[in-house]
């Protein structure tokens, strides 16, 4: 059997995993001298290169010395948890990563945790130890603290660590020492992770980890050979969620080399592959040979705590430039979706044009609704609800840890701001250095909309991470938006007339020669209730002298909402109108009238809904 060794990295959002297998793959001469690579080479999706953050795991291989290593990149924002879940089930190992100045953070915690329920063994890589404010021998007791904390086992415990640079492919054993290239990673990696067991003539086993389009092979399906060996061309048993089985036949069998996969006849116990030929199998499902095949325990990950409804665009506006826009498009768009992604639940409503998304978090959902309309998708989502659960006859919902880093001087406005918002402080760490690190346990729901007015508090240089804790009783009301919204009172396009009158009134969304319809919401009220406004109203002719144009020049510029701001704002009773082209915001209902009956009805606990 070949020499072979899998390992998934893990850390917090940033901390430089991608950054480091980068270096991993220069240094075993994956890619040639001269050769022209994207930094982050793995950051591969338009998404992830724009936000400069890993969504998806991602697999790679790299050859040291007469060993294999298969490494799994995974992602560090905890939205994207299910993503690692699934990917530490395809290896044997993990490569903790911990930033030197930050320390461990809540993902950090996640992804350990959950390494340690598998029995992984850990190495500890910290990591930017080239910071100004790096504080490596700290941090390492810091993660020392978390093993024990998580009830590590002694072998756990008795980690080796390394200190490393990744941006530069350096590293070195002591805090300290020499730094040199990364040898002494290659080597720690191949004499602390056990190689694969497993026996290569017991029947098939296959754990489907990861399903990945291929535009001329269809579906691949991804995963780990648990027993057994696999051959190309060879008949197995497709072993499905629901306890069925159906016969395949393998087209295509590959295993990852560098950045790319390679076609191989056979592959044996713990080889990290890629089938083609096995039409529908999902994630957590499994494959199986011989005659009387065994499936794998399917595999499942922690439940979502929030959702958030996808309907058919029912605006004025719709199907303007949208390709798909039905609510069949939607929905095998959604489901497709929910097959491939674990962490991600759909169910439909009693309504045919809408469905409710179940997910981890918000950047989970935003980055689903940008994929969907990069891809030609056009509907409207919803406000973000968490879900409860009933214990006992009580009303249980999700809380959150949340871990703030900030200037002193803006400690104020958080703690109070995150009081309002029914948060607790249970720590304060102050480094001396000017900032001070804060943890706060409060509602999944408090944290609902509250990043944009953090960064704001903060002047931008606040840093909030946060990750799901346990679900505990109801905590009370909390106020979500206390401003109400600009509403257009009818068709028409945006006059900078119109603008200059209502600009004192609150922030507007929009500018001239927008087309706005009735019921869209045209910028934020500062009063805590909505108006209706007519924003395309011109000027009387007769008054054409009275205001010169560089009366004009006075126009506040709109403030274009992103999409992650849009859900943060929206309400209840209001609507995001996703297009490939724009976002609009706009209230469910548009009629005046309705909306006002409608509004009649509300009820306190609209934030919440009701989950058995
Ligand atoms: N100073 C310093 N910066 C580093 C080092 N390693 C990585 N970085 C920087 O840290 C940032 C994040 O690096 P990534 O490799 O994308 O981090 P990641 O852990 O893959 O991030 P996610 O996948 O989104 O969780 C980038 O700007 C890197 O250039 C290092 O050793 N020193
Ligand atoms: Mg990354």
Known sequence: MMNLRNIAIVAHVDHGKTTLVDAMLWQSGTFRENQDVAERVLDSMDLEREKGITIMAKNTAITYGDVKINIVDTPGHADFG???????????????????????????????SKALELGLPPIVVINKIDRQDARASEVLNEVYDLFIDLDASEEQIEF?????????????????GQLTDLQPLFEMIIEHIPPPSGDPDRPLQILVTNVEPDEYLGPLAIGRVVAGTIRNRQRVTLCWRDGSQTGAAVTELFVYKGLGRVPVSSAG??????????????????????????PLPMLNVDEPTLSMEFSVNDSPFSGKDGQYVTSRHLRERLFKEARHNLAMRVEPTESPDRFLVYGRGELQMAILIEQMRREGYEFSVGMPRVLTRSVHGTTHEPYELALIDTAEEYMGIVVQKLGTRRGVM??????????????????????????????????????????????????????????????????????????????????????PTDEVYGGMLVGENSRDSDLDVNITKEKKQTNMRAVGSDAYEKIVP???????QAIEFIRHDELIEVTPQTLRLRKRHLDQNERKQHAARQTAGADAEAHA
């Open 82 to 112: 299910g993503e690692v879940e699934r990917t530490l089930r395809m290896v044997d190992g993990i490569m903790l990563l911990v930033d030197a100045a930050e320390g461990p953070l809540p993902q950090t915690r996640f992804v350990l």
């Open 269 to 294: 116990p713990g080889e990290i592959i890629a089938l083609a030929g096995m039409s529908g199998i999902g994630l957590g499902e499994s494959i199986a040979g011989g005659e009387a095949p065994k």
């Open 426 to 511: 249970v720590k304060m760490v102050n480094h001396g250095s000017g900032r001070v690190r804060l943890e706060f346990e409060l509602p999944s729901r408090g944290l609902i909309g509250y990043r944009t007015e953090f960064l704001t508090d903060t002047k931008g240089t606040g840093i909030l991470t946060h990750l799901f804790t346990e679900y505990r009783p109801w905590a009370g009301d909390i106020v979500h938006r206390t401003t109400g919204a600009l509403v257009a009172d009818r068709h028409g396009r945006v006059t900078g007339y119109a603008m200059l009158n209502l600009q004192a009134r609150g922030q507007l969304f929009v500018g």
């Open 558 to 564: 709109p403030l274009r909402l992103s999409l992650e």
């Open 160 to 176: 080796p660590v390394l200190y490393s640079v990744a941006r530069e492919g350096k590293c070195t054993r002591t805090p300290d």
